[in-house]
Protein backbone atom coordinates (compact mmCIF):
# COMPACT_ATOMS: atom_id res chain seq x y z
CA UNK A 1 0.00 0.00 0.00
CA UNK A 2 1.83 2.98 -1.02
CA UNK A 3 0.69 5.78 0.74
CA UNK A 4 0.81 4.04 4.43
CA UNK A 5 1.05 6.41 7.33
CA UNK A 6 3.89 6.07 10.26
CA UNK A 7 3.53 7.25 13.26
CA UNK A 8 6.60 6.24 16.12
CA UNK A 9 5.78 7.20 19.42
CA UNK A 10 9.11 8.34 22.02
CA UNK A 11 9.58 9.30 25.30
CA UNK A 12 11.10 9.01 28.87
CA UNK A 13 9.63 5.50 30.67
CA UNK A 14 6.63 6.21 32.74
CA UNK A 15 5.53 8.97 31.09
CA UNK A 16 2.38 7.16 29.78
CA UNK A 17 3.53 6.94 25.66
CA UNK A 18 2.18 3.65 25.51
CA UNK A 19 -0.80 4.19 27.26
CA UNK A 20 -1.20 7.46 24.77
CA UNK A 21 0.02 4.77 22.02
CA UNK A 22 -3.22 2.41 22.60
CA UNK A 23 -5.83 4.75 23.07
CA UNK A 24 -4.72 6.50 19.59
CA UNK A 25 -4.70 2.98 17.90
CA UNK A 26 -8.69 2.66 19.68
CA UNK A 27 -9.36 5.90 17.60
CA UNK A 28 -7.89 5.33 14.43
CA UNK A 29 -9.65 1.43 14.42
CA UNK A 30 -12.70 2.70 14.64
CA UNK A 31 -12.74 3.98 10.90
CA UNK A 32 -13.81 0.97 9.07
CA UNK A 33 -11.99 2.98 6.21
CA UNK A 34 -8.30 2.27 7.81
CA UNK A 35 -6.08 -0.96 7.82
CA UNK A 36 -4.21 -0.31 11.55
CA UNK A 37 -1.12 -1.99 12.26
CA UNK A 38 0.65 -1.78 16.35
CA UNK A 39 3.80 -2.21 16.37
CA UNK A 40 5.25 -3.19 20.05
CA UNK A 41 8.45 -2.40 20.02
CA UNK A 42 9.43 -1.87 23.67
CA UNK A 43 10.82 -4.94 24.78
CA UNK A 44 8.29 -4.89 27.80
CA UNK A 45 5.39 -5.50 25.32
CA UNK A 46 3.40 -3.11 27.40
CA UNK A 47 1.54 -2.00 24.48
CA UNK A 48 0.10 -5.68 23.88
CA UNK A 49 -1.21 -5.48 27.54
CA UNK A 50 -2.49 -2.14 26.96
CA UNK A 51 -4.45 -3.29 24.27
CA UNK A 52 -5.77 -6.25 25.89
CA UNK A 53 -3.65 -9.09 23.72
CA UNK A 54 -1.62 -12.24 24.59
CA UNK A 55 1.21 -12.36 22.43
CA UNK A 56 2.45 -15.73 21.25
CA UNK A 57 5.13 -15.06 19.31
CA UNK A 58 7.81 -11.98 19.46
CA UNK A 59 9.91 -11.21 15.82
CA UNK A 60 12.93 -11.92 18.52
CA UNK A 61 11.72 -15.41 18.66
CA UNK A 62 11.47 -15.53 15.06
CA UNK A 63 15.51 -14.09 15.03
CA UNK A 64 16.32 -16.44 17.83
CA UNK A 65 14.86 -19.51 16.22
CA UNK A 66 16.68 -18.37 12.55
CA UNK A 67 19.90 -17.83 14.17
CA UNK A 68 19.76 -21.28 15.89
CA UNK A 69 19.33 -22.89 12.04
CA UNK A 70 22.37 -20.80 10.91
CA UNK A 71 24.17 -21.98 13.76
CA UNK A 72 23.59 -25.41 12.48
CA UNK A 73 24.45 -24.76 8.53
CA UNK A 74 21.57 -23.00 7.24
CA UNK A 75 21.93 -20.02 5.31
CA UNK A 76 20.18 -16.57 5.63
CA UNK A 77 19.47 -16.09 2.20
CA UNK A 78 18.45 -19.11 1.36
CA UNK A 79 15.31 -19.17 -0.94
CA UNK A 80 13.24 -21.55 1.30
CA UNK A 81 14.36 -19.73 4.72
CA UNK A 82 13.21 -16.14 3.18
CA UNK A 83 9.74 -17.53 2.60
CA UNK A 84 9.62 -19.18 6.22
CA UNK A 85 10.78 -15.95 8.03
CA UNK A 86 8.15 -13.53 5.80
CA UNK A 87 5.27 -16.62 6.63
CA UNK A 88 6.44 -16.61 10.28
CA UNK A 89 6.53 -12.62 10.89
CA UNK A 90 2.94 -12.58 8.91
CA UNK A 91 1.71 -15.74 11.65
CA UNK A 92 3.10 -13.50 14.47
CA UNK A 93 0.25 -10.74 13.90
CA UNK A 94 -1.89 -11.02 16.64
CA UNK A 95 -5.54 -9.91 14.99
CA UNK A 96 -7.89 -7.91 16.73
CA UNK A 97 -11.23 -5.59 16.46
CA UNK A 98 -10.33 -3.04 13.96
CA UNK A 99 -6.57 -3.70 14.03
CA UNK A 100 -3.28 -5.86 14.18
CA UNK A 101 -0.66 -6.01 16.60
CA UNK A 102 2.89 -7.14 16.07
CA UNK A 103 5.43 -7.42 19.01
CA UNK A 104 8.96 -7.03 18.35
CA UNK A 105 10.55 -8.38 21.74
CA UNK A 106 13.64 -8.32 23.70
CA UNK A 107 17.01 -9.44 21.61
CA UNK A 108 18.90 -12.03 24.03
CA UNK A 109 21.26 -13.70 21.48
CA UNK A 110 25.20 -12.30 21.57
CA UNK A 111 26.43 -11.49 18.29
CA UNK A 112 25.56 -9.12 15.83
CA UNK A 113 23.50 -11.05 13.63
CA UNK A 114 23.51 -8.20 11.06
CA UNK A 115 21.73 -10.03 8.40
CA UNK A 116 19.28 -11.95 9.82
CA UNK A 117 18.40 -8.51 11.59
CA UNK A 118 18.01 -6.96 7.99
CA UNK A 119 16.49 -9.43 6.86
CA UNK A 120 13.63 -9.03 9.61
CA UNK A 121 13.93 -5.44 8.71
CA UNK A 122 12.92 -5.63 5.55
CA UNK A 123 10.18 -8.18 6.18
CA UNK A 124 8.32 -5.83 8.72
CA UNK A 125 8.64 -2.90 6.18
CA UNK A 126 7.23 -4.93 3.32
CA UNK A 127 4.10 -6.22 6.26
CA UNK A 128 3.61 -1.96 6.92
CA UNK A 129 3.02 -1.04 4.16
CA UNK A 130 0.17 -3.52 3.69
CA UNK A 131 -1.84 -1.31 6.53
CA UNK A 132 -2.96 2.01 6.02
CA UNK A 133 -1.59 3.70 9.56
CA UNK A 134 1.36 2.31 11.54
CA UNK A 135 1.84 3.23 15.33
CA UNK A 136 4.93 1.77 16.49
CA UNK A 137 5.27 2.27 20.66
CA UNK A 138 9.14 2.16 20.87
CA UNK A 139 11.59 2.89 23.69
CA UNK A 140 13.01 6.20 25.53
CA UNK A 141 15.30 6.44 23.08
CA UNK A 142 14.52 6.38 19.25
CA UNK A 143 17.62 4.57 17.69
CA UNK A 144 16.39 0.62 18.33
CA UNK A 145 13.35 2.05 15.76
CA UNK A 146 15.92 2.54 12.79
CA UNK A 147 17.92 -0.82 14.31
CA UNK A 148 14.67 -2.82 14.66
CA UNK A 149 12.12 -1.93 12.82
CA UNK A 150 11.89 1.26 10.24
CA UNK A 151 14.26 4.12 9.64
CA UNK A 152 11.51 6.81 7.57
CA UNK A 153 8.18 7.73 9.89
CA UNK A 154 5.76 9.87 9.09
CA UNK A 155 5.33 11.36 12.65
CA UNK A 156 7.50 11.18 15.30
CA UNK A 157 5.36 12.08 18.39
CA UNK A 158 7.16 12.36 21.74
CA UNK A 159 5.56 11.89 24.93
CA UNK A 160 6.00 13.71 28.26
CA UNK A 161 4.40 14.26 31.56
CA UNK A 162 4.73 17.76 33.15
CA UNK A 163 7.90 16.70 34.53
CA UNK A 164 11.27 18.40 34.07
CA UNK A 165 12.88 14.92 33.54
CA UNK A 166 10.20 13.83 31.34
CA UNK A 167 10.62 16.98 29.45
CA UNK A 168 13.78 17.03 29.07
CA UNK A 169 14.18 13.50 27.65
CA UNK A 170 11.51 14.78 24.92
CA UNK A 171 14.20 17.37 23.96
CA UNK A 172 16.89 15.58 23.97
CA UNK A 173 15.40 12.70 21.73
CA UNK A 174 14.08 15.76 19.06
CA UNK A 175 18.10 17.08 19.23
CA UNK A 176 19.38 13.70 18.34
CA UNK A 177 16.43 13.44 16.01
CA UNK A 178 16.83 16.74 13.77
CA UNK A 179 20.22 15.17 12.44
CA UNK A 180 17.85 12.61 10.39
CA UNK A 181 20.56 9.90 11.35
CA UNK A 182 18.73 8.28 13.51
CA UNK A 183 15.65 8.39 12.22
CA UNK A 184 14.03 9.91 9.16
CA UNK A 185 10.98 11.93 9.90
CA UNK A 186 8.58 14.20 8.00
CA UNK A 187 6.56 16.16 10.97
CA UNK A 188 7.73 15.75 14.66
CA UNK A 189 5.74 17.22 17.71
CA UNK A 190 5.01 16.91 21.41
CA UNK A 191 1.75 15.49 22.94
CA UNK A 192 2.05 15.88 26.81
CA UNK A 193 0.05 13.91 29.56
CA UNK A 194 -0.94 14.62 33.11
CA UNK A 195 -1.54 17.96 32.56
CA UNK A 196 -3.21 19.84 35.76
CA UNK A 197 -3.85 23.39 34.09
CA UNK A 198 -3.16 25.15 31.08
CA UNK A 199 -0.68 27.35 33.13
CA UNK A 200 1.78 23.82 33.18
CA UNK A 201 1.60 24.09 29.25
CA UNK A 202 2.50 27.84 29.06
CA UNK A 203 5.25 27.27 31.47
CA UNK A 204 6.46 24.03 29.03
CA UNK A 205 6.11 26.20 26.12
CA UNK A 206 8.49 27.88 27.47
CA UNK A 207 10.85 25.17 28.01
CA UNK A 208 10.71 23.09 24.17
CA UNK A 209 10.79 24.56 20.61
CA UNK A 210 8.89 21.50 19.92
CA UNK A 211 5.41 22.18 18.37
CA UNK A 212 2.95 20.92 20.94
CA UNK A 213 0.07 18.49 19.46
CA UNK A 214 -1.81 18.55 22.61
CA UNK A 215 -2.40 17.30 25.89
CA UNK A 216 -4.37 15.28 27.88
CA UNK A 217 -5.15 15.85 31.58
CA UNK A 218 -4.29 13.77 34.81
CA UNK A 219 -7.02 10.88 34.28
CA UNK A 220 -8.42 8.65 37.10
CA UNK A 221 -10.09 6.02 34.19
CA UNK A 222 -7.20 5.10 32.54
CA UNK A 223 -5.43 4.60 35.96
CA UNK A 224 -8.05 2.53 36.94
CA UNK A 225 -7.97 0.86 34.10
CA UNK A 226 -3.87 0.17 34.28
CA UNK A 227 -4.27 -0.87 37.78
CA UNK A 228 -6.87 -3.62 37.08
CA UNK A 229 -5.07 -5.09 33.90
CA UNK A 230 -7.62 -4.05 31.57
CA UNK A 231 -7.49 -3.02 27.66
CA UNK A 232 -7.33 0.72 27.62
CA UNK A 233 -9.83 0.22 24.39
CA UNK A 234 -12.53 -0.24 26.89
CA UNK A 235 -12.33 3.47 28.07
CA UNK A 236 -15.48 5.01 27.42
CA UNK A 237 -15.94 7.04 24.36
CA UNK A 238 -17.61 10.06 27.20
CA UNK A 239 -13.55 10.75 28.11
CA UNK A 240 -12.53 14.08 27.27
CA UNK A 241 -8.70 12.39 26.56
CA UNK A 242 -10.79 10.96 23.94
CA UNK A 243 -11.56 13.64 22.53
CA UNK A 244 -8.22 15.34 23.06
CA UNK A 245 -6.57 12.36 21.04
CA UNK A 246 -8.84 12.63 18.37
CA UNK A 247 -7.32 16.30 18.04
CA UNK A 248 -4.12 15.17 17.84
CA UNK A 249 -4.65 12.73 15.07
CA UNK A 250 -7.04 15.49 13.29
CA UNK A 251 -3.69 17.85 13.36
CA UNK A 252 -1.49 15.00 12.09
CA UNK A 253 -4.22 14.18 9.27
CA UNK A 254 -4.79 10.83 10.22
CA UNK A 255 -8.58 10.80 10.65
CA UNK A 256 -11.08 13.40 9.06
Known amino acids: MADTK ?17 LMIKKLSESNSNKILAIDADPAVGLATSLGIQVRKTVDDIRKDLIVKIRKGDSPGNRDTLKL ?22 PEDEGC ?13 DLAHRFDIVVIDGEAGIEQINRRVMKTV ?7 DTSAKGLGVANTIA ?14 GLVLNRVRSEA ?49 LKKMNLVA
Do not use: Q
Open 6 to 22: IVAMCGKGGVGKTSISA
Open 85 to 106: LDYEVFDALEEHDGFALLAIGR
Open 113 to 125: FCRVNSLLKEIIG
Open 154 to 160: DHLVLVS
Open 175 to 188: LVASDKKAVDFKSM
Open 200 to 248: EVRDIRGRTDLEIYGWLTDDDTIRDLDFRGESLTAMPESSPNLGIISDI
